[in-house]
Structure formats: structure tokens, C-alpha cells
């Protein structure tokens, strides 16, 4: 009896002894957050849910994590990182990296050098970047983990100097940061993929051959690096596609966009003159007002949508005239009023030519021996909704 009760009491303090090691590991684990690609939609005219502001606020309920990091594309940056810090705190750390779409917008580059001054600004930076890079190249630790940000339009001298790839001296400083790291997980984080993988729901497929391996030795090196010294995940956006892969052994996770509505549809804009219209009666001699307005706040989505219904003669929308663009939309909005409620095949044009990509975020949860990503995705048609869609394991 004596002995069952010393095995009984044995036993339990294994359990309890496994049940505490247990709850040390979840007590360990940190989040973080990957979103990018908003571009302008933190701007004042786009302050709303069905923009990057709903993704936000959806972010704050599902939990911030430690720190965001953002693979590019998020300009202007100052007023991104204005609305990031309303929503989600002040002290809430971001960790943006140089995209393309910086590279054109000046303010936007002084910014990001400006955030992490010297290359030691930012919290937790354990590397600054090489010389000419060091404020927008750099890495940081953080829990058991280390972060790598590179700004892969670096050319070894400037740090806005290339369309987009590893030059020798980015490699270098790169192998040498790897090197010099014991943490258990590592990511790395640049703007362009290794090469584009197509969405993970609707399959569109861009930037095909212009990414990092439209110079493939530099591609391949990299990759082949990453591989060396296990990094976990490569972390990027551009594509606007949401995409997890694993290309000979690196996972590659592709943010897709986070800017709520990526762009404008036919169905939404006719929406939205009609109900204007019906603020004021439906007085006629106020329509044609309505739709100049409704042309003239975004003519750039408005000329992609004439663009991707045909309409402009094969003319690019980014080289249409605006005085054309608002003709086109004139006739296309008379054209869906005579149709009432029998639009569906005149917009089923868009939809042949183009694929509206759903907004995305993910949330990274880091334990000891493995990640996992929760990858969120909204709906179309309601632009400030988002659940998870998928969760897969590193």
C-alpha cells in the first residue's frame, strides 16, 4: 500500500512538474504582427474601416503583439506611422522597411532614416546596417528570436540606389549579422520576394520575373544563405498577393496588402453615387456634380476600373488623360443606370481582366521550438471584416 501511494505521489509531481514546464513555454511565447503594402490608405481621405484604418483596429482587438513590421510600400510613412500609434499606442514599436514606392517620395525616405537615427533608434537593435545603409539596413532581438531588416534598394554606397536585389555588399553585411546570432528563431525581412508565388486564394500572379530573381545568381546566393544558417521565415510584401511557400527548404510568407479595399470596383462605385444622389432627392441637376466629385477625389482607381471594363481602347489607365478618364465614367455610369438591376454582366468584364486580392495581416506567435502564423484575410464585401483564413506551422 505504502508503495502504490509513493508511485501515486511520484507520478504526480511528474505531471505537475510537466504541467509547470508547460505553462513556462506558453509564458514565453511573444507576437508580432506582418502588414504592408497600404501605400497612401492611411491618409486623411481614406481615414475609414474600409481602408488600412479597419485593418488596424481589427489588429488592436485580436491582440497588437510586441512589435509590427512592415515589408514596404506603407508611404507616406510619417502619416502611416501617425495612424499606426493613434490606434495602437504611442510606445508601440513599428518596424517599417524601404519599399519601392518609397523610393519616390522623398519626405518618405528622410522618415525612415529619421526613426531609427544613427541605426540605433529603434528598440532592440543589436546591428546597424553597412555604410551608406546603416539607418535603413538592421537587425534587432527580440524574445528568443532575431529580426533582420534589409533594404534591398542598397547599392553599397546609397541606400535608394537599386530597383530591387542582394548587392555584394548587402550580402556581406547580412552573412556576417547571421554569423554572429544564437538565437533559436530567425527572420528576415525585405520588400521583394525571392521569386513571386500567386495568391493563395484567387491565384493572381505579379511581378513575375522582377523581383530579387531578375538577377538570379544574387537570388540564389541569398536564398542559399538564409538556408546555411536556418533562418525560419523570409517575411516580404510587394506582390499584393498573400502567400505562404516553401522554396527547397526556406519558407517564404508574402504579406500580401493591407489596405482594406485594395481597389475600386464597379459595383462599389455605383454604390456610392447612387446613394449620394439619393441624399439630395435624386434632383438630376445635381448628378452630373455628384460624379465629377466622385471622379475627381480618386481619378487614378476610377481610370484602372474604365482600364479593366474595357473601355479605354487599350489605353493604360496610368497614361489615360484625366479629362478621358472622366468622359469614360460618365458613359459607364449611364450605361449602369439604364441596366438598373441587371449590372452583373456588364462588370463581369472587370473581373475577367482583373482579380481584387483581399486584404491580409498576420500574427506570428513564437514559442520555444516553433512559430505559428495566423493569417487574417477580410471579404470583399465588407472591406472591415477580417478572420482567420488559415494558420500554418513553421
Request: glycine fraction near 6%; include cysteine.
Amino acid at each position: 500500500m505504502k508503495l502504490i501511494s509513493k508511485i501515486v505521489i511520484i507520478g504526480s509531481v511528474i505531471i505537475c512538474l510537466l504541467s509547470c514546464a508547460n505553462q513556462k513555454n506558453v509564458e514565453e511565447e511573444f507576437s508580432f504582427i506582418l502588414a504592408a503594402d497600404w501605400r497612401y490608405t492611411a491618409m486623411e481621405k481614406y481615414d475609414s474601416p474600409m481602408y488600412f484604418r479597419g485593418a488596424l483596429e481589427v489588429i488592436e482587438k485580436v491582440g497588437k503583439g510586441a512589435f509590427m513590421i512592415s515589408p514596404g510600400d506603407v508611404e507616406p510613412v510619417d502619416i502611416s506611422h501617425k495612424m499606426i500609434s493613434t490606434i495602437l499606442g504611442d510606445d508601440y514599436p513599428w518596424y517599417p522597411v524601404m519599399g519601392n514606392h518609397e523610393l519616390e517620395i522623398p519626405s518618405s525616405i528622410d522618415y525612415l532614416r529619421e526613426i531609427n537615427n544613427d541605426g540605433t533608434l529603434l528598440p532592440n537593435v543589436v546591428n546597424k546596417g553597412p555604410v551608406g545603409s546603416e539607418e535603413t539596413t538592421y537587425s534587432f532581438d527580440y524574445g528568443n528570436a532575431h529580426f533582420v531588416v534589409l533594404n534591398q534598394y542598397y547599392d553599397g554606397s546609397s541606400d535608394v540606389g537599386t530597383d530591387g536585389d542582394i548587392v555584394d555588399a548587402l550580402y556581406e553585411w547580412l552573412k556576417t549579422d547571421l554569423e554572429n546570432t544564437e538565437k533559436t528563431h530567425i527572420f528576415v525581412a525585405g520588400h521583394e520576394p525571392i521569386v513571386s508565388i500567386p495568391d493563395m486564394q484567387n491565384g493572381r500572379h505579379r511581378h513575375i520575373g522582377d523581383s530579387l530573381d531578375q538577377y538570379p545568381r544574387n537570388a540564389f546566393r541569398f536564398h542559399q544563405l538564409l538556408l546555411k544558417h536556418n533562418v525560419t521565415a523570409y517575411l516580404h510584401g510587394h506582390t499584393h498577393s498573400t502567400s505562404y511557400s516553401n522554396i527547397n527548404g526556406l519558407w517564404q510568407i508574402d504579406c500580401g496588402h493591407t489596405r482594406g479595399t485594395e481597389s475600386e470596383y464597379p459595383e462599389k462605385i455605383l454604390s456610392e453615387i447612387n446613394e449620394r444622389w439619393a441624399k439630395v432627392d435624386n434632383e438630376e441637376s445635381q448628378l452630373d456634380i455628384i460624379i465629377n466629385d466622385r471622379y475627381n477625389e480618386d481619378s487614378y482607381e476610377i481610370k484602372k476600373v474604365m482600364f479593366y471594363m474595357n473601355l479605354t481602347d487599350g489605353i493604360s489607365y496610368k497614361i489615360l488623360p484625366d479629362e478621358k478618364g472622366l468622359e469614360l465614367f460618365i458613359d459607364f455610369y449611364k450605361k449602369a443606370k439604364l441596366l438598373g438591376n441587371n449590372t452583373s454582366d456588364y462588370f463581369q468584364t472587370y473581373y475577367d481582366n482583373w482579380s481584387v486580392n483581399r486584404s491580409t495581416f498576420m500574427k506570428f506567435k513564437v514559442f520555444e521550438d516553433y512559430i505559428t502564423v495566423d493569417i487574417y484575410r477580410n471579404t470583399n464585401d465588407d472591406p472591415a471584416q477580417y478572420s482567420i483564413v488559415k494558420t500554418i506551422q513553421l
